[in-house]
């Protein structure tokens, strides 16, 4: 798996950004969190929805604002999940988003999470730090082949959406961890992952 870095790395201006945070509904100030994932229950989708409600609880400012980019079996219970922990005001389902559409929400938000129960590679991850946006993983699949704790992201435990609320809060209040994180997580995906490196790589081998 791999990223295309140039597509993720680009810049927007301040109207596009503005636009798309008007059209989400975000006011100046939150913090957003982000997911990009199928809504199917071995991605923790519900772990990181209780993490919101947590959140809520806990602070009142800033005010933490959940995005759910995806589709999947699960919606309808996530649904009436959002709904029983009264947190309707804290989480967007967005949808399907196009590819070429990903780069600009994840420019809008602070935070990238997916506490997977089970996963692969997970290239919305790969995609999340070559936007230089800091991710939360759950050290299972193959997340630890680049996901470092508290060098190119943090940890958080599976079914724990405490823990997830804890590590989300980590990585928006510490600045220096944040900064370190995201430098280490943008100069590993550009080294490793970057699809034109992938590609020359594989050239080598008909050569």
Known sequence: NG???DDFCKDFSYGELSALQDQVGIKPGEKIIITISRLVSKNGISDLV???AVLKEKREEPVFRLLLLGEGEQKSDLLKLVDDLKIKDRVVFIGLVSHSDLPKYLKI??????????EGLGSAFLEAMAASIPVVGTPVGGIPDFLKDEETGLFCKTGNPEDVAQKIEKL?????????????????????YDWENIAMEYAKLYL
């Open 3 to 5: 990223v295309d870095v």
């Open 50 to 52: 209780k993490a919101a």
């Open 109 to 118: 938000s602070d935070v990238f999470v997916r506490p997977s129960l089970s």
């Open 172 to 192: 928006v209040f510490d600045d220096a961890l944040r900064k370190k994180i995201v430098e280490n997580a943008l100069k590993l995906v550009k080294e490793k």
